[in-house]
């Protein structure tokens, strides 16, 4: 079993739309949890970051954690073409371990 | 301002050659890191390093080393490449994560297309 996992899709929605995606991990330990988001032929960049449990909100972005339950999410609100791209979780258990990722979510936003 | 620099960025090697992927940041990061990235796989982490003289395996170690002799420099060997190590290869840098400071973003090279025949 892998350490994190995620939907791979694709996962294909229309403009405007709302979108959840979603990560589930096995080890407790994790407490630094990543979005990024990579565009085709792109390295990945840093979307949303959040430490511990609870919410965070920039934007359209809203990253959530559930470490009871050991559930991530980012929600995507009034999706637009430009946001169709890869998105991957990605986490850590100390400040100075490695970065663990999932195998990401291929989104489309059609116009 | 330079960021993370990976060379080359296009290769093909024959089945048993070796080569050396090169990574360099210009931003004094701490942490270093190279991935490979395959179809529905997402990134892999090879190797990692939290400081000069410091390596450690990641989830997909075997046929690869590394070492890092300078803080700047994190250079990725095939020793024997095989067909399994054609893929994306991407480095990656950082700053350690802090919880009142920083997040530890992941700065990543634009990636290393290697081809193994």
């Known amino acids: 079993q892998k350490e994190v996992e995620q939907d791979p899709g694709p996962l294909s929605v229309p403009e405007g739309a709302i979108v959840s995606l979603n990560c589930t991990y096995s080890n407790s330990a994790f407490q630094y949890f990543m979005w990024y988001r990579q565009y085709s032929r792109k390295g990945p960049e840093l979307l949303m970051y959040t430490y511990s449990s609870g919410n965070k909100e920039d934007g359209r972005f809203t990253a959530q954690v559930d470490k009871s339950s050991k559930y991530i999410s980012l929600f995507i609100r009034d999706s637009q073409p430009s946001d169709s791209a890869t998105y991957l979780c990605?986490?850590?258990?100390?400040?100075?371990?490695?970065?663990?990722f999932g195998p990401g979510t291929s989104l489309s936003v059609i116009p | 301002n330079a960021g993370v620099t990976q060379t080359p960025k296009f290769q093909v090697l024959k089945t048993g050659q070796s080569m050396t992927l090169q990574c360099a940041q210009d931003m004094n990061h701490e942490y270093m890191s190279w991935y490979r990235q395959d179809p529905g796989m997402g990134l892999r982490l090879i190797h990692y390093?939290?400081?000069?003289?410091?390596?450690d395996q990641g989830e997909v170690p075997n046929g690869y080393n590394v070492s890092r002799s300078t803080t700047e420099d994190f250079p990725l060997r095939l020793l024997s490449a095989a067909p399994s190590q054609t893929s994306v290869y991407f480095c990656a840098s950082s700053y350690f994560p802090s919880v009142l400071s920083n997040t530890g973003e992941l700065f990543f090279g634009e990636g290393s297309r290697l081809t193994v025949l």
């Open positions: 990605a986490m850590r258990k100390t400040s100075y371990d490695k970065v663990i």
């Open positions: 390093s939290v400081g000069a003289g410091i390596t």
